[in-house]
């Protein structure tokens, strides 16, 4: 019998290794680029074609390479970083396992060119699918320039399943990000089809920040400084006015690295317990520098989840020093006695008389010259003055009287079992129903089965959802022009959304014109949105448009449409009147689906009649 156990060829083995570590354009834009920061460099240039899929590009000014350096970087396991195990304990880089070029390699055409400082000559690399197809010397700066070709051309299930190319450049974005925030003494610029997207400018870490987000980000920061023995901990928090439901801007990094940690999370969030709204969170930025050997890097290929030897503690000062910067922003502001470039104050001086005020007096004039018999029957004639443009008292409306609607469900019926009851005699009122409201949130009424409970903002966004639904479908949408246009300020990764979404923006009634360094003015939106918000409108449907979706406009179309209706809904708390509930509880049994809100949350119950009887004995 043969062996059945052998060697696999180092190509098909750097193809599985890169199915862990090369999962999407974006992990060789975080591979590359954090080489050039090991490298030494301090200008990092990014390239990208298509999202990545056609070319990327990586152009640095470290320390490049030499001759046989750069062949032998392409090998598995060749790495300039770590020497022997305990140097995994020590780490002061950010790759060291020598995976990451020969992955991208296995996967793709490379070539590299590059030159060390004292080199008189460059060299320029070759190679496709792992396989070394030439090296020769060049003319070349000094660094090292990388271009990566069609990803994942031998692997075309791999390529298949990558997404829209509006969802891998915000993927790109995150993992250039994610390297930006941490190392603001280099520069940086992003390019995506010969647009730039980013230009950052070495500087200080909050510079960096408002470079990447936008200047409106600069006003929520509150500084974080703690130093201590196991460590130094500084950033910024966000205020709690900050905090928002979605896509709050949260990092940790811990000695130049970017890390998630849950449990770290839970700390910031802890220090804003009652400070913000139950589901919302502040953005943060936090940076720990601790000992090297403290931590463990080593965990997960993606270098993300890493371990702390002192977490228990450092959780306790992490959570102090956000306690202390929130404390510090919430103090009272001091009073201020310079009086340099005050105005002069008046000052009493001794001898000298004030001038009194001139009074002018009727010495005629006496208020109680009438009889309070007088008074009163004056008062008394003249008091239909007030009230001559009312009705007559018949012409006055009585209250409604409360009557119960009459369900065609049966007594067991639950909200889940009503799905698709669109129809007109789902349910049969009286001609006079009468509604009541709960704290300005809940429509209550009586059905056949017991008490019927809506939440008057969620059904209001299902009914405006398919309002624009079958606006969008029937191609309706009406414009209605701003009589001042609004300025909004959207961040790199939020422009990459707005233009992949802009078109069906447009024929939904906005209009925007482009300011210039990602700023737009917003002249137009659609008609029947009054008294909304047009910035805070158009920044909401852009963080929540749908782009995974690739080129299936309907399902962005629907993303737009619900962010559309939540922003027009009656919001909570509205006062509504009998009529205009009533409207809200016909147009939602009018509608496909009465039970849940496009994004499946719950808009209606029933409290049974037996539940009822029940509670009260």
Known sequence: MTDVIQLLPD??????????????????????????????????????????????????????????????????????????????????????????????????QVELRTRRPGDDVGTVLTLSGSRFVSQEPCSCPVGSNFKIENLFFNVPARRKFLKSNATELNNILMAFERIALVYPSVAFTLHSNNTELLYLKEGGFRQRIVDIFGKRLNQDLLPVEVDTTLGHIHGFVGKPESAKKKGAHQYFFVNGRYMKHPYFHKAVQGAFDRLVPVGEQVPYFIYFEVPAADIDVNIHPTKTEIKFE???????????????????????????????????????????????????????????????????????????????????????????????????LSPDTTPAETSGAGDSDTLIADKSPSHYQYKGRYIMTAVKSGLMII?????????????????????????????????????????????????????????????????????????????????????????????????????????????????????????????????????????????????????LTILKQQEIDRLLG
């Open 455 to 603: 939440d008057q903002h969620r059904a209001h966004v299902r009914i405006l959802y398919e309002h624009y639904q079958t606006l969008q479908k029937n191609r309706q949408w009406v414009s209605q022009k701003l009589l001042f246009p609004e300025i909004i300020q959207l961040s790199a990764a939020e422009q990459t959304v707005f233009d992949h979404v802009s078109a069906q923006m447009e024929e939904m009634g906005f209009e925007l014109t482009s300011l210039g360094n990602g700023s737009y003015a917003v002249n137009a939106i659609p008609a029947g949105l009054e008294g909304v918000n047009p910035v805070a409108l158009v920044r909401d449907m852009v963080e929540n448009a749908d782009t995974s979706s690739g080129g299936i406009q309907d399902e962005i179309g629907n993303s737009l449409a619900l962010s559309l209706a939540r922003n027009a809904a009656i919001p909570v708390g509205q006062i509504l009147g009998n009529e205009e509930m009533e409207g809200i509880i016909n147009d939602l049994f009018a509608c496909q689906n009465v039970n849940y809100t496009p994004d499946g949350k719950p808009i």
């Open 310 to 408: 002192n977490e228990q503690a450092i959780w306790q000062i992490l959570t102090a020093a956000v306690k202390d910067a929130i404390g510090a922003f919430n103090d009272v502001p001091r009073i201020d006695f310079d009086t340099q470039g005050k105005p002069e104050i008046p000052v009493f001086q001794q001898g000298a008389m004030p001038t009194m005020p001139k009074v002018e007096y009727n010495p005629q004039y006496n208020p109680f010259s009438s009889t309070p018999a007088e008074r009163k029957r004056k008062a008394v004639n003249d008091w239909q003055q007030l009230y001559e443009n009312l009705k007559p008292a018949g012409d006055v409306q009585q209250p409604i009287p409360f009557t119960q609607h009459q369900d065609t």
């Open 11 to 108: 190509s098909v083995a750097n193809q599985i290794a890169a199915g862990e570590v090369i999962q999407r354009p974006a992990s060789v834009i975080k591979e590359l680029v954090e080489n050039a920061i090991d490298a030494g460099a301090k200008t990092v240039n990014v390239i990208v074609v298509d999202a990545g899929r056609t070319a990327i590009q990586v152009v640095d000014d470290g320390c490049g390479m030499s001759e046989t350096d750069a062949r032998l970087a392409f090998e598995r396991h060749a790495t300039s970083k770590i020497r022997k195990a305990d140097d995994l304990f020590d780490l002061h880089t950010m790759g060291f396992r020598g995976e990451a070029l020969p992955s991208i390699a296995a996967v793709s």
